[in-house]
């Protein structure tokens, strides 16, 4: 699986930090440059948002943007899946597992996005049990996923 990971350019200890951890797993990682909200122009802002948007502030519309490019990038490459991180992400032991969990039961066939990540508002009753703490939800909205 293809590892993912945004990063700005002047964020280099957080980059060493992201990259020692996927060293330490074996994972085929690539740094992606992020988009940095505050370099944004005026025009670009409005050309990337809506009125009614979640992603007001700078650092937002730049999470999102980063995130959309790298949905571009899986789908010219034919990805099947790939694991996208920000490169403040901690990466566990515990949660190893779960993520190959999760590789190893997708259906290449059916688009699927999962988050990893506490949501607030989603369907009690889960898809999946993973293990005794965790679990896969079906998402209802959650706008906090790029802070």
């Known amino acids: 699986m293809k590892v993912f990971i945004i990063n700005l350019k002047e964020s280099v200890k957080r980059r060493q930090c992201i990259e020692y951890q996927c060293r330490r797993y074996s994972l085929d990682y690539e740094f992606i440059d992020a988009v940095n909200g505050h370099l944004l122009s ?13 992603a007001t502030r700078p650092g937002e519309i730049g999470c999102a943007l980063s995130h959309i490019h790298i949905y571009r990038l899986i789908d010219e490459r034919g990805l099947e899946q790939a694991l996208i991180l920000e490169d403040d992400a901690k990466l566990t032991p515990e949660a190893m597992p779960i993520i190959r969990h999760i590789a190893l039961h997708n ?3 059916r688009p699927l996005l999962t988050l990893l990540t506490t949501c607030h508002q989603y369907l009690k009753k889960p898809k999946h049990v993973l293990n005794t703490t965790h679990s896969l939800h079906k998402v209802i909205d959650d706008a906090r996923l790029c802070h």
Do not use: L
């Open 42 to 54: 005026g025009e670009d802002t409005v050309k990337h948002t809506r009125e009614i948007n979640y």
């Open 107 to 109: 259906d290449p066939n």
